[in-house]
């Protein structure tokens, strides 16, 4: 007697363990009572009545990610290619999401592959491949209000990839290598372009900083030979002043010695000749001389008497 209640004692203790339920961070349990939904729980600790509830369903209110296969889609040009997605996804509505759908990830699935046959379908290739932020936009707000009768929130929708046939990727790498000679020959003319004009513009700047070395050097050459000029001038000059002077002084002692009129007449052409001698190009005949037609005349004539 003293087993049995030994035994349904620890029957009964374990039965009430049992309808003790802590639900942790970030999740929620659905709860039935007899077959029919009774209450979701959240985070904390519930008792739930022994034999009449159960947990029907432990719901994940994290976000989650479900990377789906590959779906072969055509676009409007009929180019048939395949295309992988991302979903993002949130359960917000834990009653919902237990008895909305029966199988909420393969809904989710399904749901994302004809989207996005219907959004690609209205697009080209082209479009289709320099177009992913749209198609993203777009299938987000289409499987956001989709999935909220069953109580899920799409947060974002990737396309993972996208893989054209191979005969396409083919024409496509040979249209990139197309594009990428040709940069590189425009490259290569624009700098052989700017290396020509950098070298024209040296031999610019050199020819005119030729030209102006040679202007400056005329410049100077030029005013060498003035000052030589000058200078040999002003010597010339200066040798006819004092030759002048010395004539003068000569005549001036002749005559204080008391020579006639025709000696001095005779010395001072004397004096002028050797002034002139070849070299001079300007004589400055002194007043005592001037009337040396007349001496030159009276000369003549002593050298016809004789």
């Not at 004692?9 to 339920?21: D, G, N, T």
């Not at 237990?98 to 809904?107: C, F, K, L, S």
């Amino acid at each position: 007697m003293g087993y049995l209640v030994l035994v349904l004692f620890v029957v009964i203790l374990i039965l009430l363990a049992s309808c003790i339920k802590i639900v942790p961070q970030a999740y929620a349990y659905v709860v039935e009572r007899l077959g029919a939904y009774q209450g979701t729980w959240s985070v904390g600790l519930h008792i739930k009545l022994p034999l009449l509830d159960k947990v029907a369903k432990k719901i994940n209110l994290k976000e989650q990610v479900v990377d789906f296969a590959p779906q072969p889609v055509i676009t409007k040009d009929n180019v048939t290619m395949r295309i992988d997605t991302v979903v993002f996804f949130q359960i917000t509505d834990p009653k919902m999401f237990a008895y909305g759908v029966e199988n909420p990830i393969m809904a989710i699935e399904n749901l994302t592959a004809t989207t996005l046959r219907n959004i690609i379908g209205d697009l080209e290739l082209d479009q289709t491949l320099t177009s992913r932020e749209t198609i993203n936009t777009k299938m987000r707000a289409s499987l956001d209000e989709a999935t909220d009768p069953w109580g899920i929130k799409v947060n974002r929708v990737e396309l993972k990839n996208i893989i054209p046939p191979a005969e396409i990727q083919n024409a496509m790498e040979r249209q990139m290598k197309a594009e990428r000679e040709r940069r590189e020959a425009v490259t290569r003319a624009e700098g052989e372009k700017k290396a020509s004009v950098t070298v024209a513009e040296g031999k610019k700047a050199a020819a005119i900083l030729e030209a102006e070395a040679e202007k400056q050097s005329a410049i100077l050459r030029a005013e060498a030979q003035k000052e030589k000029m000058i200078r040999e001038a002003e010597g010339e000059a200066e040798a006819i002043l004092k030759v002048q002077q010395a004539t003068a002084d000569g005549i001036r002692m002749i005559r204080e010695a008391g020579a006639d009129e025709s000696v001095l007449r005779i010395k001072s052409l004397e004096a002028f000749e050797k002034a002139a001698d070849g070299k001079a190009t300007k004589i400055i005949i002194p007043s005592e001389i001037q009337g040396l037609a007349g001496l030159a005349a009276s000369v003549k004539e002593l050298v016809s008497d004789k």
